[in-house]
């Protein structure tokens, strides 16, 4: 009786297991077929993205779109100026979200409470609401048109500090106490003893704010005017608006804009997973 009964359980396990990767497989080819759409019709010609029956290797593969897409806009400038954004964001957001975390992690200060609260309470709010304070605000500096305007707002980001901070209170405070003991001041403790700790959450943190600052289309069209300061993601809408959209040149665009992301996942995928991890198991 007792072996029917294992038995029937194991049955029904496997069926549940069953049903779920087969939800997963549904769930990631949805996800998945925007990105091979977009990478095959790359290489399509115009007529052919359109043609039907669809069609999911093309019948006549030109490159034909990238020489288009260098000849629509000045591909290679917007290309560094994304990259330009990206890394120098990137490299500041995660020193100053270090900085903060390692703060509100390590030390005891009056209204620590309050102001964490404040601080997690701010990522509540869209970034399209303060848009329009920010422009003000930039236009009082003469940042407008100029890529500091686009590194500056995420230099704090409440999510990175929460972050660090839930990853850098793992650290044991005897480390800090032989540190201080040493001779080390409080700046120096976080310069050669905390960041290179740190390294794992360095990864996946810094995987998501190249992201997010290689993706950033809303704010770079609002406050960027001259073509030579465009950043990829609004060159290539730039070129669009016309009587025929170019969507073989866009979908050509798009997918160069991809790759370098792609690629740097597949690099730090490792400590990208370890960074999250370790999070999960401090959380």
């Given at each position: 009786?007792?072996?029917?009964?294992?038995?029937?359980?194991?049955?029904?396990?496997?069926?549940?297991?069953?049903?779920?990767?087969?939800?997963?497989?549904?769930?990631?080819?949805?996800?998945?077929?925007?990105?091979?759409?977009?990478?095959?019709?790359?290489?399509?010609?115009?007529?052919?993205?359109?043609?039907?029956?669809?069609t999911l290797v093309p019948k006549s593969p030109t490159l034909e779109n990238f020489k288009g897409l260098f000849e629509a806009m000045p591909f290679?400038?917007?290309?560094?100026?994304?990259?330009?954004?990206?890394?120098?964001?990137?490299?500041?957001?995660?020193?100053?979200?270090?900085?903060?975390?390692?703060?509100?992690a390590k030390y005891a200060f009056r209204f620590k409470g309050p102001l964490f609260l404040l601080l997690l309470g701010s990522m509540m709010i869209p970034q399209e609401v303060l848009m329009i304070p920010l422009y003000v605000e930039f236009q009082k500096l003469h940042w407008i048109d100029t890529h500091w305007g686009l590194i500056i707002p995420g230099m704090a980001n409440a999510f990175g500090i929460f972050f660090m901070k839930q990853f850098i209170e793992s650290l044991?405070?005897?480390l800090m106490e032989a540190a201080r003991i040493d001779g080390l001041g409080e700046f120096g403790i976080f310069t050669r003893i905390v960041l290179p700790i740190i390294r794992p959450a360095f990864a996946s943190l810094g995987i998501i704010?190249?992201?997010?600052?290689?993706?950033?289309?809303?704010?770079?069209?609002?406050?960027?005017?001259?073509?030579?300061?465009y950043t990829l993601?609004?060159?290539?809408?730039?070129?669009?608006?016309?009587?025929?959209?170019?969507?073989?040149?866009?979908?050509a665009g798009s997918f160069v804009s991809?790759?370098?992301?792609m690629i740097i996942f597949l690099i730090f995928q490792r400590q990208f997973i370890a960074g999250i991890t370790s999070g999960a198991v401090k959380g």
């Open positions: 009786m007792q072996a029917r009964l294992v038995e029937h359980h194991s049955g029904k396990h496997q069926v549940v297991s069953s049903l779920m990767y087969a939800a997963l497989v549904v769930f990631a080819v949805l996800m998945i077929f925007p990105m091979l759409w977009m990478a095959v019709s790359a290489f399509k010609p115009m007529d052919e993205i359109f043609s039907h029956p669809v290679a400038r917007n290309l560094l100026n994304s990259a330009y954004v990206a890394v120098v964001s990137t490299a500041a957001s995660l020193f100053f979200c270090a900085l903060g975390g390692f703060g509100f044991p405070e005897e704010f190249f992201m997010n600052s290689w993706n950033n289309f809303l704010w770079p069209l609002i406050l960027l005017k001259s073509e030579g300061m993601t609004v060159a290539i809408y730039s070129i669009t608006g016309g009587i025929r959209e170019p969507f073989h040149i866009i979908m991809v790759l370098p992301l």
